[in-house]
């Protein structure tokens, strides 16, 4: 079953119980899966990472309006955390540090770097980030290659 449909069948029960916040987050969401196939240029149905793709991207956008809404608006802020926290049950679970050095580390013996240094950084993230795309928070990735060359 493709994400749209998870994400629908959820909203669906949803609507059921009616729970009007939960369903007007997945509607939000389906519409965003359901744009995003539209725009493909192959018109083929969206393939799991790229549903991964846009609910992180989603998930961020939400967190930003979080962060960016005055502090006497309560309700926007409240709305944020719970769209947030229904995105997160669809959103594919982020590496962790320790995978992200593993990663790092066999990125940098396949390039054949003892000791990176900054002036390496450019060539090891070219072959690092296809590698994490969807799976690790960039910044995360940043960070933690940043540390290693320390």
Known sequence: MSR????RQAMV????????????ALSMLLSALKNFEIDKKDHTPITDEEAD??????LRQTQETFEQAPADRTDIKEEATFRIAVYKEFAPEDMGVDQIKEIISGVLTELGIETPTAADKGKIMKVLMPKVKGKADGKVVNETLAAMMK
Do not use: C, F, L
């Open 4 to 7: 749209i449909d998870v994400v």
């Open 13 to 24: 029960e949803a609507m059921k119980a009616k729970d009007k916040q939960r369903k007007d």
């Open 53 to 58: 793709t846009v609910v992180k991207k989603e």
